[in-house]
């Protein structure tokens, strides 16, 4: 036999009754019956229970084991009599008695139970990451995770792409995030980075002619955590093609993602038709560049119902130049005390508060009701229920001034009524590529800056560079689900004059430009075929699948909020022996 295992905690069944078997695992629970001692055994792959009462040769060991303790037992099979059988466990019809048991590796006083559903503070989680993957919620992500990873290569591979493998260690390039710096010890003073993409390389596999790459690619980034995103490494699903359009990479990407979602997603409806929205379009029907459509609401601009209206605060505001009033119509959500709630929302996320309409039966039928009602009269509140397409019992919920002053909180609204609403459609998967994004966009101090990828072509190519750069559109593109933003990517601007130009407005000269990306505009220059592609966050997919809103749900061994390791103690600090040898002086932290 084995020296560990003859079956595994899931094999057994009723068919293997009256055999001797051997197997290890964990202590995942115990029970005492009245001097008989049962064990739930769990492994890897299931729990089988196991009995040992005073008879066995090995009861007074068996009495000494504790919750997690790692053990082989041997025993032989025996049927479950029916009214004991488990129908919930594959192993539920059988139980094995403990005849010879080996402690593999005893277990001290657990920080954190493996058995059961308890909470634990995530710095308790993090710190026993090895116990807290051991839970079946954290296994069950986990082989999800890797099911997932094995499909998308097959499904990369039916469509004759091939897996080619980049750098770790790299130059420094502007993605839009903070590089990760390695110092080098052979070059003192010099810089490698960590890729926070393999943008450059797979576009210069496009140049060297490889038609179709894809990779599982590690990628690295020094940003703020958020529940969606990790403070320092990701994976992402990483494609690129040549001679292709737009519309290529969506029938290619489309078909790929889709099957995932229906093998993966629990049996919930995955949306078909995935539709092209505007960048422009999706801030103004859905307050976000990643809109949830789930939820049917779509905003709405009523500005010329207020012009000149009874409601001096909208009417004065619209006087200013690129003002509007945006409605967020909410059917069924026509009380007073819900309106109060949404304002008092409103001003929770700091704006002074949300005006609201909302319709009700009155003494002659349906009236409007609400401040905003009686200021600017039934002929205008008439117009924008026909125009919002509402009746009595809903309501309208109205934001102003300049877009980018409220979109953001007009879009959160936008969600908070889809689900208190329960408007929402929840067993769903939702798709839109969201396309037309801006290329440029004002930077802190007025300036201009890439707005997007720096790397892509702009639509109208060097002609639609001579003009406003705000009103340039980039081939550049991302694929929303449920809220949640899953690919991005762009056709690539491939003409090295092109680049020059598009890096010039943005504050980079040709110069900076060689330095930087050297390797890529020399490529350029040998002839370059049109090429683009896009990444699809591996870590964000599974979060969706797993049905969890936190992404440190579905990693391994993620940092924690302050991008800490707090099981292997990183970041930490250096010896003086090793700055000596990268010629680095470490400055002690402001005060």
């Known amino acids: ?290 809109p949830d459509l789930r939820n049917p609401i779509k905003m709405q601009d009523v500005s010329d119902h207020f012009r000149g209206s009874g409601f001096a605060i909208f009417a004065k505001l619209l006087e200013q130049e690129g003002t509007e009033i945006r409605a967020i119509p909410a059917q069924s959500g026509g009380s007073r005390k819900f309106c109060d709630r949404m304002n008092a929302f409103a001003q929770k996320e700091g704006l002074p508060g949300m005006g609201y309409i909302f319709w009700r039966e009155g003494e002659d039928g349906m009236e409007a009701a609400g401040p905003l009602a009686k200021n600017i009269g039934p002929e205008r509140t008439e117009a924008i229920r026909l125009q919002l397409g509402l009746g009595k019992g809903d309501a309208a919920f109205f934001l102003g001034g300049k877009p980018e002053s409220f979109e953001r909180v007009a879009g959160l609204a936008r969600n908070v009524i889809g689900d208190e609403l329960n408007l929402s459609e929840k067993n769903r998967f939702a798709f839109a590529w969201i396309v037309d994004f801006p290329m440029y966009e004002k930077d802190d101090e007025g300036g201009i800056d890439f707005s997007h990828n720096p790397f892509s072509m702009p639509q109208g190519g060097m002609d639609a560079l001579k003009g406003d750069p705000l009103q340039v559109l980039g081939y550049q593109y991302d694929l929303a689900c449920n809220g949640y933003e899953l690919v991005s990517g762009a056709i690539r601007n491939h003409k090295p004059e092109i680049m020059f130009k598009a890096f010039e407005i943005a504050g980079y000269g040709e110069d900076e430009v060689r330095k930087r990306f050297g390797g890529m505009v020399n490529a350029f220059r040998y002839g370059a075929p049109p090429h683009g592609g896009c990444a699809l966050g591996i870590d964000r997919v599974v979060m969706l699948l797993a049905d969890e809103a936190n992404i440190r749900e579905v990693m391994l061994f993620p940092m924690n909020q302050r991008a800490e390791d707090l099981m292997m103690g990183a970041p930490s600090e250096p010896t003086n022996e090793q700055l000596r040898e990268l010629r680095l002086r470490v400055l002690p932290p402001e005060a």
């Not at 019956?33 to 009462?53: E, K, N, P």
């Not at 591979?157 to 390039?173: G, L, N, V």
């Not at 040549?242 to 290529?248: E, L, R």
């Not at 093998?263 to 801030?283: C, N, Q, R, T």
Request: charged residues 30%.
């Open 1 to 290: 036999m084995h020296a560990f295992r003859s079956h595994t905690c899931a094999a057994l069944n009723a068919s293997h009754v009256g055999e001797t078997v051997r197997l290890s695992g964990w202590v995942h629970r115990i029970r005492d019956h009245g001097g008989v001692l049962f064990i739930d055994l769990r492994d890897h792959y299931g729990i089988t229970q196991v009995l040992c009462d005073p008879d066995s040769p090995v009861f007074n060991d068996v009495e000494k084991v504790r919750s997690e303790w790692c053990i082989r037992i041997d025993g032989n099979v025996k049927a479950r009599d029916p009214e004991l059988v488990n129908p919930k466990i594959p192993t539920g019809e059988v139980e094995v008695f403990i005849r010879d048991m080996e402690v593999l590796g005893a277990s001290e006083e657990l920080p954190l139970m493996v058995f059961g559903d308890q909470e634990y503070p995530e710095e308790t989680r993090l710190r026993y990451r090895f116990l807290d993957l051991r839970r079946e919620a954290m296994q069950s992500n986990m082989k999800l995770r890797s099911d997932v990873v094995a499909s998308i290569r097959r499904r990369m591979w039916d469509q004759k792409f091939r897996e080619y493998q980049t750098p770790i260690i790299t130059a420094s390039s502007p993605e839009g995030a903070r590089d990760f710096l390695v110092p080098s010890r052979l070059h003192p003073g010099k810089f490698y980075a960590l890729p926070q993409a393999p943008q450059q390389f797979k576009q210069l596999l496009m140049v060297s002619g490889f038609d179709k790459y894809f990779q599982i690619a590690p990628c690295f980034r020094d940003e703020d955590p958020r529940a969606d995103r990790s403070p320092t490494d990701f994976y992402q699903l990483d494609l690129e093609m040549s001679f292709v359009t737009q519309d290529d990479v969506f029938e290619t990407v489309q078909p790929v993602i889709e099957g995932i979602f229906e093998e993966f997603g629990g049996g919930h409806k995955v949306d078909k038709l995935w539709p092209k929205i505007k960048y422009a379009d999706s801030m103004k029907w859905y307050g976000t560049d990643k």
